[in-house]
């Protein structure tokens, strides 16, 4: 009996090991984790489950990819050249590529490909496909011209969206060019890829790769703690308890989630003067907040390009935590603790003395339940400078209107920006998300500038402008990207580039699993 049980618990050990075989002789190399359900979508065109993107980005491949910095590089297309004042671009096919399917990849894939997100309108990409290109067809077997919505680089990462053959576009699981096919896939289940030996670079490291489906990433890290699954992305914080842990580690990326807040430009508030915006901005800790409410989940923003990124400007870092320079901007601005009560107060035109009081609104989403937290502590800071705080948490749609109708002073809210550098849904005087309705034609011309800036340095310029604009009239008031972390008992810390649809980045040439 006693040998019976070492039996069976040396098979369920063999099955929670990596590279452990299953009762299908399946040998995998290394286990991920995913959280769908049977509704997701796997097709690389359709996909908008982050977890999902990730793993195709393993098995398919764009024109156009992202380097570590996150600028446009080639991958299927070896050149492109812009025309027209940048109406009209053409990419330039790689030739010798077959897909798994063994078909040779052609311009016509590509613009099947391309063609099939916008006029669909799905998937990951659909917005910056639909929002940059026109159409877009083959003029020959290894060239794609590309007629664009308006003439800027910006469309370089439209060009990102995965491509597929042209027969494809809409099957379930299409086929790729990429380091890995997919032997099997199912929704709310698991998928099993395979190295592609054929792989135009070089053969991938790991042979296999399995993805399991969990329920949540609290199941899926729970499944880690047992080795059970090698490792798991992530942006809950849940992560955070591996941190600094023995036998774990913890690689970090940046999401494009910008959590900002949006002060009431209205001449009523307070916050409509620079000087006290200014001051706002010295008596926050960023860090604190990453630190505390985040669990250094999170990197501090300035303005509106993350850090790292090559379209980052660094002369926008203009605000340090500085108690004493808040303090400065508020007296510049009148605002002074006359009482000693450590309540700022200013004299009105009547001779009477009003509070410096304002209130913090925010919301809760299910993806960001640390944002009353991060309002709690952000008022605790304030507060230390002169700011009477309250703070009230309410449904986003609730307070959306409330904003509208100018009964708060700064909103904590969070900005998913686009896959493109684009910034004018928030600051543009007409932007779709421009909560607050700040208008200025520096920052109108600077956002219009970066829509038809076709070579690349006049756009990085563009860019730039941006950012210092922002920094300079504080339309919004910058905290931090939220981040997300890869967990693994294994050190995967030579993974560049991750993001939080490729949070995957060079594991087919990752050495850690030997033999």
């Not at 006693?2 to 299953?22: E, N, P, Q, S, T």
């Not at 990730?54 to 996150?70: A, F, K, P, R």
């Not at 998928?191 to 670079?201: Q, T, V």
């Not at 932007?431 to 109108?444: E, I, K, P, R, V």
Request: hydrophobic content about 40%; some cysteine; proline content about 3%.
């Amino acid at each position: 009996m006693k040998k019976f049980l070492c039996i069976v618990l040396a098979l369920i050990m063999g099955l929670m090991c990596c590279g452990g075989a299953y009762a299908d002789d399946w040998s995998a190399s290394f286990i991920l984790a995913m959280v769908t359900d049977t509704a997701t979508e796997l097709n690389p065109l359709k996909a908008k489950n982050r977890d999902v993107i990730s793993i195709d980005m393993l098995v398919y491949e764009s024109l156009i990819e992202l380097d570590d910095t996150g600028k446009p590089a080639t991958s299927l297309a070896t050149s492109w050249t812009a025309e027209d004042g940048g109406w009209t671009w053409y990419f330039t096919i790689r030739e010798g590529i077959t897909f798994h399917n063994g078909a040779a990849l052609t311009a016509a894939d590509a613009a099947a490909s391309i063609e099939y997100v916008r006029t669909n309108g799905c998937g990951a990409w659909a917005q910056v496909v639909g929002a940059l290109i026109e159409s877009c067809e083959a003029t020959d077997t290894y060239t794609l011209r590309v007629n664009a919505r308006t003439p800027s680089y910006a469309l370089l990462y439209a060009m990102t969206c995965p491509i597929v053959p042209s027969g494809e576009v809409s099957a379930a699981q299409p086929s790729g060019t990429g380091p890995y096919t997919i032997l099997s896939a199912s929704a709310g289940s698991r998928m099993r890829l395979r190295a592609n030996e054929s792989w135009w670079k070089r053969t991938p490291t790991l042979d296999t790769i399995e993805v399991r489906n969990f329920a949540n990433f609290d199941s899926a890290l729970g499944q880690l703690d047992i080795r059970a699954v090698d490792a798991v992305a992530t942006r809950s914080t849940s992560a955070a308890r591996f941190r600094g842990v023995n036998g774990y580690y913890v690689t970090d990326y940046v999401t494009r989630q910008l959590e900002c807040l949006v002060p009431n430009l209205k001449s009523s508030s307070p916050m409509s003067v620079l000087n006290v915006r200014q001051a706002v901005m010295e008596a926050l800790d960023k860090q604190a907040l990453i630190s505390n409410v985040y669990l250094s989940m999170a990197t501090q923003a300035d303005a509106c390009v993350p850090p790292g990124d090559w379209l980052y400007e660094p002369l926008a870092e203009v605000y340090d935590s500085d108690q004493n320079g808040a303090r400065t901007y508020l007296a510049a601005a009148g605002w002074t603790d006359v009482d000693g009560d450590g309540i700022m107060e200013k004299q009105t035109s009547g001779g009477s003395y009003e509070q410096l009081d304002i209130k913090i609104i925010t919301y809760e989403e299910p993806d960001y339940p640390s944002r009353q937290d991060a309002a709690t502590l952000i008022a605790e800071q304030l507060s230390q400078v002169g700011f009477n705080v309250t703070i009230a948490v309410m449904e986003q749609s609730e307070l959306i209107k409330t904003m509208k109708s100018g009964d708060y002073d700064l909103a904590l809210v969070g900005y998913y920006l686009s896959m493109a550098p684009d910034y004018t849904f928030m600051l543009g005087s007409d932007g779709d998300s421009n909560l607050n309705g700040y208008s200025s034609a520096q920052m109108d011309a600077a956002l219009s500038d970066a829509l038809t800036s076709v070579a690349e340095s006049d756009f990085q310029s563009a860019i730039d402008h941006v950012q210092m604009i922002v920094a300079q009239d504080l339309p919004v008031l910058s905290l931090y990207f939220r981040g997300g972390s890869l967990v693994s008992y294994l050190d995967m810390s030579s993974l560049d580039g991750l993001s939080e649809l490729n949070t995957y980045n060079g594991l087919e040439y990752w050495q850690g699993v030997a033999g």
